[in-house]
Structure formats: C-alpha cells, structure tokens
C-alpha cells in the first residue's frame, strides 16, 4: 500500500498491517528496519524527558462481541495481542458500552454524559455535536496534547459543528459519517477537511480502509512520541460489510463449516466462507493491537503511556436469513450474555475494556466494578490535571486502575434509544437489571448475578425493585434537545466505485 501521510524526519517505510494468524501479525522486516531508524534517532539526539502527563491511546472496536476476544471466553478465533494486553494490564468484567448501537455510544464516550443526557442519542445523521458540546479530546487538547483520531467518527461531518476538527481533534483520518464506515474499500477517505482519494480502490480490493487509518495511527504517534499525545482509534472492524485482507482470511480456511454469508443490502460486500472471514477480521483487529504494543515498546513510552481497549457495543445480529446472528452465534460473540447490537440486554451492551498503563496499573489484574463509557472522559481528565466538566455522569476509574483511593460508584447506570414507538430504556442497579424495550411493555426484571443469561424475568416477583428502578430511569431521562438536522442521505455509490458493483444504479 503506498502510504499518504509523511513521517516527519524519519524515512518513510510503513509500519505493515496484520499478517497470518501464528506470525505475530507483523512483518518483522518492516519492524526491524524502523526499530533500526528509531534507534538511531535516538542514539543521535538528547534523550527527551518523560512528559508530566501520561500518552492516552483509546482503541475501539466496532461491533466486537464481549466474548469475541481469547482473554473474554473466546476459544476458535486468535487474539494473542489484546490476551496479552489484558495479562500486562486490568480487565474490567462489568464494563457498558454507551448504547447498544454505534453514533450514541460515541456521545457517552466523548462527552461523559449517559444515555439520558448526552447530545446524541440515536444513529441519525440530523444528530451531532454543538459548539456548546465539550468532549475528552477539547479538555485534553487544552491541557497541551496532541490530539487525533482514526477511524469512524459519527458525531458530525463537514460543514456542521461537531466535525472533529471542531470538537478537539487536531487530526482525524477517516469516516465522518456511519454509512461511510460500512465500507472497506472506499475510494476515498478524509483527513481532516480534505479527501484524500485510494483510486487503486476503482479497479479493485487494494487499500483495506483500516489499514489506512491503522498507518497513519502509527505515524501519528511516531511523530508525537515526546507527547504527551490522545490518539483515539475508532476503528470499523468487525462490523459488516464482511471482507478482510486474504492473509488474515486464510489461516481460518477449512477449520469451520463453510458457510455463505451475504449482505442483504445491495452491493454491499459479502463471504462465500463467512465465518472464516469474520474470524479473519477479529485477528486482523487484534493485529492492529500488537502492532500498537510493538510501536511503544520500540519507541520506549510503553511505560508512560495508557492503552484502553473496548468496543462500542455488543456482537451483530441480522444480516440475510439472519447470517450475522448465526456467525455471532457460532463464535458464542457475546459469551453467555443473551441479545445482540441493537438490544438492551447484556449482549448489546456489556463490552471488553482492558487498561494498561505499566507506570502505575498492576499486571494481571481484574475488576468487577460497575462501569460505563461515561467515566472515561473524568478519568482521562484526571491522568492530564484537568478540571472535570460539571454535571457529567461518569467517575473516574483512577482509584480502582492504581488501587489507591477511594472509588467512586454508581448509584446505577443508564441507557435509552428512541424508536417509532417510544422510548425503550434499561438501567442496571447493582446486581438488578431492569429493561424495557418500549414504553407499551412492562418491564422486565433480572438478578444478573444469579442469571447473567437475562433469561428468568422475576418482575411479579419484586413489585418494590420494579418501583424503585422505573423511578431511576424517569429521574435519568431529560428531553433531548432539537435536532440541529437536516441531515443528509448517502449511499454506496458516494463512498465506492470497485467492480464488484452492479450496473444498476
């Protein structure tokens, strides 16, 4: 692939993507030779001093299942990169994504505010960012990080005030828009307000949009390595259109049933094996991850630097003769949790999140607590010295990550999602879990620790809890603020031109 992004000083070789399932994922030649040109740098120039402050890498999956990773429960898809990541770090069993769906659990990621109070609550492009919105990376940004993103950005797009270059990124490489991201091989792809175009893309599956964004992660962080640095690594895999990179596909070949898994919206990308696709794009991801490890250990920030990585909520559902819900099914995707993406249940909001930060979380480690998206942004505001907004619904996570001090808990979380019917809600409090999918149904009730499968609704059973909990979710709801709109509609003739496109438009 030949790169677009320069390496300011250094001579420009790529830092390679992922490779077949057994070799690291990575092309130790290409490692060699830029640990070499590293190390002469460093041997060449006064050694900088550690920043004050600590490097912050966010990396999140796109639809990555709670089970999909080794160090999760999975057992027929490789992950040795985020497994060893979890061994160096804390992993976190009781983590919640923001929403069960893409553009709103971003919001909660972003601006520290739960479901019934963020900006954007729902997977609406007439939804986006105001002025008025703070997010992590304005605060970080502030405090004298270097900032950028990579990766699917779904909270504004150009000409609109949540752009990312207006909401605290000094770079972002990717996708503004959710319906761009559904793409592997675009044509084209943004950087900050400017397109820049993967012709090689027109005449057939050349540059893998991740890898991409994955090269210009690496150069990022190679030219702020004297930091500190925030690079946010949103990045589009798992998610469907089911297509990888032959090389992380083929080690999967023959070891599970071969399956045909289409795309049910028109040309859309599908497998002829999907599940050796969908296994591929899993290890491709984990790739990325060790590719992230190699780098700081290379430059030598590991150290000083936290790496987070989750996923933006739970496992796929749907798909032609619903495909995806059997391949996510196969994997056991969201582990013993019942539902999918889209779905209050825990398999459409109980995520992965691993931290590792050698300076100060211990190795190995695990936490039960309670956790949302929402204590990411007063966490990171801690480790940078930065005041926390007011009136944001997270707490930060620094007590349990150094053990030491006292953690701040939860009364209960909380999540929402309008749909033509209503709102449908769910919170959890403790051990309890209560949903509603809309507000023409009761709700429902579960001790999650007695029945983590949500599969034994006990509500009649506990009129007090269902009392006390619907109160929560009222006093949680505020009313969602107009919609800046109108919103735009595109589709995949704005993103893709390969061959593999019908003749019909």
Request: one cysteine or more; a negative charge.
């Amino acid at each position: 692939m030949v790169s677009r992004f320069s390496m300011s000083g250094f001579i420009h070789a790529r830092c390679p993507g992922p490779m077949a399932v057994g070799s690291q994922f990575h092309k130790i030649a290409g490692w060699l030779i830029l640990a070499i040109l590293l190390l002469g740098r460093v041997l060449s120039a006064t050694a900088a001093e550690t920043p004050v402050h600590p490097n912050v890498l966010l990396i999140m999956a796109d639809d990555l299942g709670y089970g999909e990773v080794g160090c999760y429960g999975q057992k027929r898809i490789q992950t040795p990169n985020v497994d060893k990541l979890a061994s160096q770090g804390m992993r976190f069993t009781q983590a919640y994504a923001g929403c069960h769906v893409c553009q709103p659990s971003r919001s909660v990621l972003m601006t520290g505010l739960h479901m019934g109070h963020t900006p954007v609550r729902a997977n609406d492009t007439r939804q986006y960012l105001l002025p008025e919105d703070v997010t992590v990376a304005e605060l970080l940004q502030e405090a004298g990080y270097e900032t950028a993103g990579f990766g699917k950005w779904g909270l504004g797009y150009e000409g609109t005030p949540g752009h990312p270059n207006q909401q605290g990124f000094d770079l972002f490489v990717g996708q503004y828009l959710q319906v761009h991201a559904h793409f592997h091989y675009p044509f084209w792809m943004w950087k900050n307000e400017e397109k820049v175009y993967l012709e090689e893309n027109r005449r057939g599956r050349n540059t893998y949009a991740n890898d991409f964004m994955h090269e210009a992660a690496l150069n990022f962080i190679i030219e702020n390595r004297d930091g500190p640095f925030f690079a946010y690594l949103p990045y589009i895999i798992p998610h469907v259109e089911l297509v990888v990179p032959e090389e992380s596909e083929q080690p999967y070949r023959g070891k599970f049933p071969k399956r045909v898994i289409l795309d049910p919206r028109k040309d859309y990308l599908g497998s002829e094996d999907g599940l050796a696709t969908f296994a591929g794009m899993v290890s491709h991801l984990d790739g990325y991850v060790g590719d992230v490890i190699a780098l700081l250990n290379v430059l030598g920030i590991a150290e000083n630097t936290i790496l987070i990585f989750t996923s933006d909520n739970g496992g796929q559902n749907g798909g032609q003769d619903q495909g995806w819900t059997k391949m996510t099914d196969y994997f056991a995707g969201n582990g013993p949790l019942r539902g999918y993406k889209g779905t209050f249940y825990e398999g459409g909001l109980r995520v992965p999140f691993i931290v590792r930060w050698p300076a100060k979380v211990k190795a190995g480690t695990e936490s039960d607590l309670m956790i949302g998206f929402q204590d990411v942004l007063p966490t990171l505001c801690e480790v940078a010295g930065v005041a926390v907004p007011d009136n944001i619904d997270g707490h930060s996570l620094i007590p349990t990550l150094t053990d030491s001090g006292e953690q701040t808990r939860h009364e209960g979380l909380y999540w929402e999602y309008a749909f033509r019917q209503g709102i449908g809600r769910a919170a959890r409090m403790g051990d309890w879990k209560i949903v509603q999918p809309n507000p023409n149904r009761d709700p429902e009730l579960y001790n999650l620790k007695r029945d983590i499968g949500e599969t034994d609704d006990i509500a009649a059973q506990h009129p007090d809890r269902v009392e006390e909990m619907v109160k929560f979710m009222d006093n949680a709801h505020e009313p969602q603020r107009p919609h800046p709109g109108p919103g735009i509609k595109t589709g995949v003739r704005d993103y893709v031109a390969g061959p593999w496109l019908s003749s019909e438009n």
